[in-house]
């Protein structure tokens, strides 16, 4: 029913900032809230950001400060501005809807912070 597809990963210094996308296809008309996942290589899993439907956003303790979540509902796209970024937020990226009745995962963008 959506797909979600994620960009603006890549490599990038230390110190760094990258805005990662999140596009949907189509506009959500239920309550919902995307998450902002990352996972790196040997690690769980890990929320780092999230907004509802309703505008409400939370950002991870471990990344507050240097991450922000927002979105363009005329886009139907939510962002993820991170900035000063660190080699341990090397990771795959990964986007989530949520709704009352279905998640919905993005394919992930690789994110590498490497000098």
């Known amino acids: 029913q959506v797909q979600l597809v994620e960009s603006g990963g890549g490599l990038v210094q230390p110190g760094g900032s990258l805005r990662l996308s999140c596009a949907a296809s189509?506009?959500?008309?239920?309550?919902?809230?995307m998450g902002w996942y990352r996972q790196a290589p040997g690690k769980q899993r890990e929320l780092v950001a999230s907004?509802?439907?309703?505008?409400?956003?939370n950002v991870a303790d471990s990344v507050k400060g240097r991450f922000t979540i927002s979105r363009d509902n005329v886009k139907n796209t939510v962002y993820l501005q991170i900035n000063s970024l660190k080699p341990d937020d090397t990771a795959v990226y990964y986007c989530k809807l949520v709704t009352a009745s279905m998640s919905y995962w993005g394919q992930g963008t690789q994110v590498t912070v490497s000098s």
């Open positions: 907004i509802t439907s309703g505008g409400i956003t």
């Open positions: 189509r506009r959500i008309f239920t309550i919902y809230t």
